[in-house]
Antibody, heavy 122, light 108 residues
Framework: EGQLVESGGDLVQPGESLRLSCAAS????????MNWVRQAPGKGLEWISY????????YYADSVKGRFTVSRDNAKDLLYLQMKSLRGEDTAVYYC???????????????WGQGTLVTVSS | DIQMTQSPSTLSASVGDRVTITCRAS??????LAWYQQKSGKAPKLLIY???TLESGVPSRFSGSGFDTEFTLTINSLQPDDFATYYC??????????FGQGTKLEIK
């Protein structure tokens, strides 16, 4: 049974940077596309980033494009989200999610981590 | 961007009821639709993909249907564990708006 565990969430000030990690286990991480999905407090789900299995192709939501960078280390079964120039509206629980049946960056998500909270506030 | 609209936003029902949640896409997504259940403070759980295929381990009281732009999630004989928020999600094209806004299923 696959498992994803996020870490790195914290309270940061506007304009600061933060890196999230997602550790995968129980499945062959390197053959799956991975995604980041976030959820602001009391709000719905928002897809923000995709990375293909080899790491060569990435996609971002317009809301984070140019500020966030997704990457992966298949040798260590780790997914990352580097976040820069953080804003108050980036406050959310960030989930990593395994993609299935992905095409052109669009997938459904069969395994999710428990989430890590990022709070951006002065 | 494809946008997804769920209705209703909130649904009150009793244990044993049959309920239906609707999801509409702003343009055709064929059958590329998934449904998720999310309980408070927890990660979403995949229920259905490709509009009507039940994920392994999901109870058969959950079913999905639809094609093109209109889809439904039906839960037969509601159980206490089913009271949660449900989201539809299109995977025809990647988008910030890939998820519907959610439907909160409450106990009447």
């Amino acid at each position: 049974e696959g498992q994803l565990v996020e870490s790195g969430g914290d309270l940061v000030q506007p304009g600061e940077s933060l890196r999230l990690s997602c550790a995968a286990s129980g499945f062959t991480f390197g053959v799956y596309e991975m995604n980041w999905v976030r959820q602001a407090p009391g709000k719905g789900l928002e897809w923000i980033s995709y990375i293909e299995s080899g790491g060569g192709t990435t996609y971002y939501a317009d809301s984070v494009k140019g500020r966030f960078t997704v990457s992966r280390d298949n040798a260590k079964d780790l997914l990352y989200l580097q976040m820069k120039s953080l804003r108050g509206e980036d406050t959310a629980v960030y989930y990593c999610a395994r993609g299935r049946a992905c095409s052109g960056g669009a997938c459904f998500y069969d395994y999710w981590g428990q989430g890590t909270l990022v709070t951006v506030s002065s | 961007d494809i946008q997804m609209t769920q209705s209703p936003s909130t649904l009150s029902a009793s244990v044993g009821d049959r309920v239906t949640i609707t999801c509409r896409a702003s343009r055709s997504i064929s059958s590329w639709l998934a449904w998720y259940q999310q309980k408070s403070g927890k990660a979403p759980k995949l229920l259905i993909y490709k509009a009507s295929t039940l994920e392994s381990g999901v109870p058969s009281r959950f079913s999905g249907s639809g094609f093109d732009t209109e889809f439904t999630l039906t839960i037969n004989s509601l159980q206490p564990d089913d009271f949660a928020t449900y989201y539809c999600q299109q995977y025809s094209d990647y988008s910030r708006y890939t998820f519907g806004q959610g439907t909160k299923l409450e106990i009447k």
